[in-house]
């Protein structure tokens, strides 16, 4: 049973992914369209719950400019059944879940080619103070400094363009 229902989510993030309209230099969403709506779209509900499990879900909605690493819901499952109870421990902790999902997002509008250097891995700043490494193979390396198991999280679908920033599809859910 439960190896049907991953394959069903990922059947469904593959078809969902397809739809994710995708350029080098970004494609609009239709007019208007936010960051937070973005994350409304299928292969993001587990997401787009925790953004309003914690109330960033109206800052993605906002005026403000950001750069969104969005893990799919197949990494969110992939998160769980590397680590089992993580979670339940990250709805029950809403300040950890809070620095997790902050340390997806980054100020301003950054397109993939000022995300990866082709020849260095560099390091960008997220929201939550710490640091992420993007890496010349469109890899992001994360600190782990919670314990948590969490390999590389590859940029599946780039450059996504809302009316407040740009979002990139990532396969894993990054911990700082």
């Known amino acids: 049973m439960r190896r049907t229902l991953t394959l069903a989510v990922a059947a469904l993030m593959a078809v969902s992914l397809m739809a ?23 292969g993001f509900s587990t997401l787009n719950f925790a953004l309003n499990a914690t109330g960033l879900i109206d800052v993605l ?43 997806h997002v980054t100020d301003g509008r ?6 990866i250097n082709v020849n260095n891995s560099k390091s960008i700043e997220m929201l939550n103070g710490g640091y992420v490494w993007a890496n010349p193979n469109a890899s992001l390396s994360d600190s782990d400094s919670l314990g948590i198991e969490s390999p590389d999280a590859s940029i599946a679908s780039a450059n996504i ?5 740009v ?10």
């Open 20 to 42: 994710i309209p995708v350029s080098a230099k970004g494609d609009k969403a239709p007019a208007g369209t936010t960051i937070a709506q973005i994350t409304q779209m299928p």
């Open 61 to 103: 909605d906002g005026k403000g400019q950001y750069t969104v690493f969005a893990p799919t819901d197949a990494a969110f499952t992939a998160l769980e059944e590397a680590n089992p109870g993580i979670t339940a421990y990250l709805v029950a902790n809403p300040d950890v879940l809070t620095d997790v999902l902050l340390y």
């Open 110 to 115: 950054r397109w993939s080619n000022s995300v």
């Open 161 to 165: 363009n809302a009316s407040n920033g």
């Open 167 to 176: 979002v990139h599809v990532i396969t894993q859910v990054l911990i700082p």
